[in-house]
């Protein structure tokens, strides 16, 4: 029993700085008991395990008397990003020219959502690149610059007879990560990895929607948490604000649908 609470206080000590914990000795034959004190701001009970001296539904009833003061705590604060906030706020768009009856439709499709939320254009740079293989190179580059809030990474890889397709693909996801995480702005992925050019058609404003313009909003939203860090709390009146936010959402897609 003396190994076991040496065990539980050696546990218990980790627990900083949080918990203190403790072992008292009452005497050489009594068994050690193990105390843990919260050094918590909320007024929390004290807890203490024995194996013969304490009684563990009353520490429960006690428990169960002070779970209200766990309650007591601050509402939970949210930041948030908007797309009605756009003023100021500068992107570039990497689009590779491989597939470019694809990307072509998407570089628009982004352009017409930045138009749509108040993005100047001359707040808008598109640079070309050949494939998809290249555009992590360049974002990264971009993102370094300075210069702007959001990287849009836009390109189309569709499915061949051979595995060059696998690699591509995963070139591409890789490369716009590390340039996000290398340079510290927000690097949309907006590149298609479809199986044929049908899929890669509907997803370019057909049936699917309009992939750019999904990426623009991404971009909208990543932008404006990073630039304008506005903490607040949720109330009534952003839930009906988040609720016109989607409408308006869904009409822009609605609209690229028809």
Same mark, same amino acid.
């Given at each position: 029993?003396?190994?076991?609470?040496?065990?539980?206080?050696?546990?218990?000590?980790?627990?900083?700085?949080?918990?203190?914990?403790?072992?008292?000795?009452?005497?050489?034959?009594?068994?050690?008991?193990?105390?843990?004190?919260?050094?918590?701001?909320?007024?929390?009970?004290?807890?203490?395990?024995?194996?013969?001296?304490?009684?563990?539904?009353?520490?429960?009833?006690?428990?169960?008397?002070?779970?209200?003061?766990?309650?007591?705590?601050?509402?939970?604060?949210?930041?948030?990003?908007?797309?009605?906030?756009?003023?100021?706020?500068?992107?570039?768009?990497? *689009?590779?020219?491989?597939?470019?009856?694809? %990307?072509?439709?998407?570089? &628009?499709? =982004? @352009?017409?959502?930045?138009?749509?939320? +108040?993005?100047?254009?001359?707040?808008?740079?598109?640079?070309?690149?050949?494939?998809?293989?290249?555009?992590?190179?360049?974002?990264?580059?971009?993102?370094?610059?300075?210069?702007?809030?959001?990287?849009?990474?836009?390109?189309?890889?569709?499915?061949?007879?051979?595995?060059?397709?696998?690699?591509?693909?995963?070139?591409?996801?890789?490369?716009?990560?590390?340039?996000?995480?290398?340079?510290? *702005?927000?690097?949309?992925?907006?590149?298609? %990895?479809?199986?044929?050019? &049908?899929? =890669? @058609?509907?997803?370019?404003?057909?049936? +699917?929607?309009?992939?750019?313009?999904?990426?623009?909003?991404?971009?909208?939203?990543?932008?404006?948490?990073?630039?304008?860090?506005?903490?607040?709390?949720?109330?009534?009146?952003?839930?009906?604000?988040?609720?016109?936010?989607?409408?308006?959402?869904?009409?822009?897609?609605?609209?690229?649908?028809?």
């Amino acid at each position: 029993m003396a190994v076991a609470a040496s065990l539980l206080v050696s546990a218990a000590s980790r627990l900083v700085p949080r918990c203190q914990a403790k072992a008292n000795y009452p005497g050489q034959d009594s068994t050690p008991i193990l105390s843990l004190q919260s050094r918590s701001w909320t007024q929390l009970p004290q807890f203490s395990v024995s194996s013969s001296s304490m009684s563990w539904r009353a520490a429960l009833r006690e428990s169960d008397d002070h779970r209200s003061s766990f309650a007591c705590t601050a509402a939970v604060r949210h930041i948030v990003g908007s797309v009605t906030n756009s003023c100021g706020l500068r992107f570039a768009v990497v *689009v590779a020219r491989f597939n470019e009856i694809i %990307t072509k439709q998407l570089l &628009e499709g =982004a @352009l017409a959502t930045f138009k749509a939320y +108040s993005v100047a254009e001359e707040d808008v740079d598109v640079v070309w690149v050949p494939g998809s293989f290249e555009i992590g190179v360049v974002a990264t580059k971009l993102g370094k610059s300075g210069r702007y809030h959001a990287i849009l990474c836009i390109g189309a890889v569709i499915r061949g007879d051979t595995t060059h397709y696998d690699a591509v693909a995963n070139s591409a996801a890789s490369g716009v990560l590390s340039a996000g995480l290398n340079s510290g *702005v927000p690097c949309v992925f907006g590149v298609l %990895t479809c199986d044929n050019m &049908e899929q =890669a @058609l509907n997803r370019a404003g057909g049936k +699917s929607g309009n992939k750019g313009a999904e990426t623009a909003l991404t971009a909208l939203l990543d932008s404006s948490v990073g630039g304008d860090t506005r903490v607040r709390t949720f109330t009534h009146q952003d839930t009906c604000d988040a609720h016109l936010e989607l409408i308006e959402m869904a009409s822009l897609f609605e609209h690229h649908l028809k």
